[in-house]
Each structure stands twice: as C-alpha cells, then as structure tokens.
C-alpha cells in the first residue's frame, strides 16, 4: 500500500505498485465527489487511460450534477479522450449489486478506485465502509478507513488530484503531447487552476510540471473555459446573492429564495467571497423539494467541508473540502406549501434554520454586524 504525506514527483516505485493493484481486475468503477468539479472528472479520465493502459476497462460514475457552464464544456471537450461519466441523482448509492450500464457487471466484482475523495459514504456514492481498492487524493482525510485498500496515496502537499495522477502517467512511459493529448493536458492546467484558487494557493513544487502541461495544452480550449457565457438564471442569481447578502463578522451569508438549478448557487458563493473583509461565503437556494447550500473561504483555520458534514450530514447529504463545502437537505413537508405567503414563510423558516446551524458548528460569532450597504 503506498503510505500518504509523500512530498516531491511521483517515483517509479509508486506507479508499478499502482499498475500492480490495476492488473488484479478485469474492470474498474471509478468514483469521484458528489457534483464533480473539473479535478474530480479529469482525475478520472487520467486513471482510466492508466486502466486502459493495462488491457482493462473502466467506468466512471458520480451523483447530482456537473455546474458551471465551462465545466460543461470542459466535459464536452473530454468526451472525444473518451470521459463519459454515469451520473445519478442525489441520493443515490452504488451498492455491490449495483450493475454497469455499459457491460452488465455487478460493482461487487469490480475493482473500485475512489479519486479526488478519501473516504467511502462522505460525500460519494459509495456506502460507509465500503472497501475500496484505489484512493488517490490531495485533500487531507478527515477520517480513516475502514478496510485497508490496495493502493493508498494522499497527498496534501499536490495541488491537485490530476497532476498526482499525471506524474504517475508520465512514470508509466505515457507522453505528453502523445498519449497524454493537448485536450487532456489543457483539462490538468484548468482543473489546477480551479483547485488552487487561479493558481494563488499553487504548492511551489507543482510549477515545473505545470509549466510543461501549459506548453502542451490546447490554448483555445484554455481561453474557452476561461471566459465561458453566463445564462439568465446564472446572472438572476447573483444579482439576488447581492442584493440578499448579510455580513457577519467577515462571513457573507445570502439566501436567494427558490431556484431551477444549484450550479449557479456556487458561482454566486465565489462571487461574494471576493468582497472587502469577507473571508468565508454561504449561499442557499431551494431546488424542488432540496435545500442546498453551498459556501467558499479563504480562511485557513475553517475546513469547510468537515462544518458542513457535522452541520447538515445527519439530515442531507454533505461534504466538501477545506476551502469549499456543500450540503442538500430535504425541504420534507415545507416543499408543499404553494401558495405566495407560504413560499416567503418557507424561505424564512429555510434561511433561518441554515444560518444558525452553520454559525454554531463553525463557530462564528453573531455579533459585528455589518450593514450589506456600507460594502
């Protein structure tokens, strides 16, 4: 088992045990974090070009939703690398019994390889427990696992997920600009990119590998995802985000009343938490018959993933990492009021309940109160 807290380049010892655990299986499910950002499915189609590699087939499966219109379109891009993902809707979990779309196969006797996420039940499809054969992540765990996997390697010190399984690409004899693509490479830079907050949180050791991916990547691609066209609902959202924000002590709290989608709940999150003396953001919409929330911070001391699994994780569904975190609650018997008054009754009684439950967990205090129209 390769052990976490490795510091520098991936070795050559550390691919062939990879390799080594990949052989053992015939085919692999890959799993990835709720609602897959771009480290999340890029991962994923690295380690399925390393299955592949090896004469093995792979599937690759989330739950809930690919937001923002350039992750979209980053997902479009890397369809012709061959990524297809099976997404499932929230709630739903990938059992032993569970079978593949594509080729009839049970997960039961699959090989399982959880990527850009530690730890069965937080935040992924797969139970609590499960035991899993792969674990390849750069965000520190929380908690341990239960049963001891094959292959094990966190890595806080990487930057992100992808460039980790890159280096064990580039270990395994594949090139770049050859095997590893121009589209693949500009997949890497632009999930990096993401992951450390426009390169400002880039551990220093990743800049020479990151410099030969640029060189590599597909620069229309690149200016694509960097400038990509916001909707209607997207710029309705924000404008509510703005116009709805109360700021305590540093966080920007927003609820923005009933929405279609929660993709743009995360952008208005991002948005907010560029204002002047604010370090942490929450946004929360109602989607149907879900509450979701969503929240960003710069502050290096708050996890916000760990806050959000102990705020909401015994009544929805929660997780995160340590500088973005999400929840989805079921709205129960409030999703059946209809009426005007009762929708704004709800909202209320919403917005009320969240907010509460995160300052306390986060341990933020309700005084310093910050009028939204002096920023």
Known sequence: MARSGKTG???????????????????????????????????????????????????????????????????????????????????????????DEETGTKTGACGKALLDTGTPGVYNPLPAGTKVDVVIDHHPMRAAQIAEPCFYEVRPEKSSTSLILYEHMVSAGMRIGKEIT??????????????????????????????EIFRAADKRVLS????????????????????????????????????TRRDPLARAAEFLL??????????????????????????????????MIR?????????????????????????YAVGEDERRGVVAIVKRAVRDRFFETAGFLDDERISRRDE
């Open 224 to 259: 694509e995802l960097q400038s990509p066209p916001l909707d209607v609902d997207t710029l309705d959202i924000l404008g509510r985000a703005i116009q709805n924000r109360e700021i305590t002590g540093g966080v920007s709290f927003s609820c923005v009343d009933y929405v």
């Open 9 to 99: 380049e991936t070795d050559d010892t550390e691919t062939e045990r990879l390799l080594m655990c990949i052989e053992k299986k015939e085919h692999w499910v890959i799993f990835v974090h709720d609602n897959p950002d771009p480290d999340a499915f890029v991962s994923a189609l690295c380690f399925k070009k390393l299955v592949e590699s090896a004469g093995k087939k792979a599937t690759i499966a989330g739950r809930g939703e690919i937001g923002f219109e350039e992750n979209a379109l980053l997902l479009e891009h890397l369809k012709k690398e061959g990524l297809e993902i099976e997404m499932h809707p929230p709630g739903w979990t990938a059992t032993e019994q569970s079978v």
């Open 311 to 335: 705020a909401f994780g015994e009544i929805g569904v929660a997780g995160g990492h340590a500088h973005s975190g999400g929840a989805e609650i079921p709205l129960s018997l409030l999703s």
């Open 182 to 211: 121009s589209l693949m490479a500009a997949g890497i830079y632009y999930a990096t990119m993401v992951d450390t907050h426009n390169f400002r949180t880039l551990h220093e050791e990743d800049s020479h590998p990151l410099s």
């Open 274 to 307: 560029r204002q002047k003396s604010v370090h942490t953001s929450v946004v929360v919409g109602i989607v149907g018959d879900r509450v979701c929330v969503t929240s960003r911070t710069t502050d290096p001391s708050i996890d916000l993933g760990d806050v």
